[in-house]
């Protein structure tokens, strides 16, 4: 989703500086810079929102290697391994 937002930024502000730089230049310089700006923004969205997809994923990863490690027993609330059959405390079978 942000990364379509960055890129509707983008294309507007090209759109912007291409149309007032073939209209008239020097009458519509400022828009041209506003455009210029708009595509700033735009690749600065775009960027983010690849580096914000990213971090996601890893605390995605994160949080599920946490949810394998807590595993807790049935019957006295130890914490266990994943890979745990018996209860290191109680020794009831997990
Ligand atoms: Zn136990």
New binding site residues.
Partial sequence: MARIHGLVYAALGLFVSVFSWKLNYEKLVFFFYIGLVFIAIGTAKIILGLAKKRTSKLEKSRHKENQKRSKY?P??G?GLKADDIF?S??G?RI
């Fill in positions: 027993c019957k006295c130890n209860c405390r109680c009831s």
